[in-house]
Every structure is written in structure tokens, then in C-alpha cells.
């Protein structure tokens, strides 16, 4: 008689990493429409300083290639932080999101009230500091179900759907049911990234940004907009550390295996 494998843990389920793509999204959307560049998806970045480097636009380039930086710098201190807290017995990425959520709000109430300049470099402050969450966002959650994946970016996830999807439709149907699951999930990721992208350019555009611009105009009164994932991203706080407790008090209570004789 098989056994049913053990669901995966909380933040490894597929509302969680919705949601956490749901973020990337939305912040994604609001630096393409103020800062003209990406704050998650580097891909796009990476592209995209090649071609104002090649056209002559230097100051475009400098800025989308800083962004690339300060992604990877983000993920650089978020696994320097969370080493040093496992090496201490200590779970941090509820901290680390805690810290996102914070940066997050901040950020927005700061733009919204044009206290950072409603310029194309204040635009660019936020996405290098937005830029630089992300990185830390995708460093310390990258699995679900045990399974290396992206909350940031999501072109293997769009791929590994697609994948899955070729492979149930060409098997049997007794062996399709976990090329389903997998498509269930990368799904959940593609939703919510898209979800947050498209809620975040609706709410800008009903705030004031104009629909006959292109890219890169900075509006102020988007900055409000931020406040959605920032709330999104302290309840994925609090759901990740009631789950540490709960793995902390079950482990703490277990009873310690006999030696064999």
C-alpha cells in the first residue's frame, strides 16, 4: 500500500509562492511605468543596458545595469544573513520579509508624497532599493515542494508548465496526476506575478498616470500602489514565522529516538 507523500511546507505551498509572485508583479509593473526598467526581472534588464549601452544612452544603461547590481547585492545579504541566523539555530526569513515590507511601504509613502523627487532619477532611487528587496525576496524563498524555483522572474516556471504539460498530455493517465500537480503550481506562480503586474498598472492608471505615455514616466501618486504588496508581503511575514514556531514547538517536543540494543 503506497503512502501519500507528506504535504510541503507552508511556504512552500502554492498560495504562498502565488502571493510572493504576486508581489515581484506588482513592484515589476510600477518600475517599468515610473523608472522605465525592471526592478525583479533581470533578464529584461540585462537586455535592455546592451541596447542603451550600444544606442549611446549612458545614463540609461548605467542606471538598468545598477539595477542588476543591486539585485544581486540583495541576494548576497540575504544569504549572509539567513547563514548567520541558521548557524545560530535561528530562522530569518520571516525577519527578511518583515524588512521587504517595511522598505516596501516606506518607499511608497515617500514617492506618493514627493518627498523623494517625482523625477526620472527619484524613480530610479526606488527601483534600485525595490531592485535590491527583490533579490532578497527570491534568495531566501526559492522552493516549492522541494523544488528549486522563482518568485522573481518567471520564465522557467512558464517553461516547466509547458513542459509538464507536453508530458501528461503524451502519458497514460495513471502516470499523469503528478505532471498535473506541477503544472497546478507553476500556474499559481504565473498567475500571480501576472495578477500583481495587472492590478498594479489598473490602480496607477486610475491614480493619474497617463495611459499615452510610455515607459518611465514618473507619477507620484503611484507610490500608493506600492502599499499592496507591501501589506501582502507582512502577511506572508506573519504566516512564515507562526509556521517557524509551529516547526520549532513540534520538533521540541518530539521524543528523542532509543538506541537499538
Request: hydrophobic fraction near 50%; proline fraction near 5%.
Amino acid at each position: 500500500m503506497s503512502v501519500a507523500p507528506a504535504p510541503p511546507p507552508v511556504t512552500q505551498s502554492a498560495p504562498f509562492v502565488a502571493m510572493l509572485a504576486f508581489v515581484a508583479g506588482s513592484l515589476n509593473v510600477w518600475a517599468l511605468m515610473n523608472a522605465g526598467a525592471f526592478a525583479t526581472s533581470q533578464t529584461g534588464n540585462l537586455v535592455a543596458s546592451a541596447f542603451y549601452l550600444v544606442t549611446g544612452h549612458w545614463d540609461r544603461a548605467l542606471f538598468v545595469f545598477g539595477s542588476i547590481v543591486a539585485f544581486g547585492v540583495g541576494t548576497m545579504v540575504s544569504a549572509l544573513v539567513l547563514q548567520a541566523g541558521h548557524s545560530r539555530g535561528k530562522q530569518l526569513d520571516a525577519f527578511s520579509l518583515m524588512v521587504e515590507a517595511a522598505f516596501i511601504a516606506v518607499a511608497g509613502i515617500l514617492w506618493a508624497t514627493r518627498i523623494i523627487p517625482e523625477t526620472q532619477y527619484g524613480a530610479h532611487l526606488v527601483c534600485l532599493g525595490i531592485a535590491f528587496t527583490a533579490g532578497a525576496q527570491g534568495n531566501a524563498f526559492h522552493q516549492i515542494a522541494g523544488y528549486s524555483y522563482g518568485n522573481v522572474s518567471i520564465t522557467p516556471e512558464l517553461q516547466g508548465m509547458f513542459n509538464n504539460l507536453a508530458l501528461a498530455i503524451g502519458k497514460r493517465k495513471k502516470d499523469a496526476p503528478g505532471h498535473w500537480m506541477w503544472i497546478k503550481r507553476f500556474f499559481a506562480v504565473l498567475a500571480g506575478f501576472g495578477g500583481g503586474a495587472l492590478l498594479g498598472a489598473m490602480l496607477s492608471v486610475q491614480l493619474g498616470w497617463p495611459k499615452t505615455e510610455l515607459p518611465g514616466h514618473p507619477q507620484a501618486e503611484t507610490g500608493w500602489t506600492l502599499l499592496i504588496p507591501a501589506l501582502v508581503t507582512f502577511g506572508l511575514a506573519l504566516v512564515t514565522g507562526k509556521a517557524n514556531r509551529k516547526a520549532a514547538t513540534t520538533e521540541s517536543v518530539q521524543p528523542a529516538t532509543q538506541p537499538q540494543k
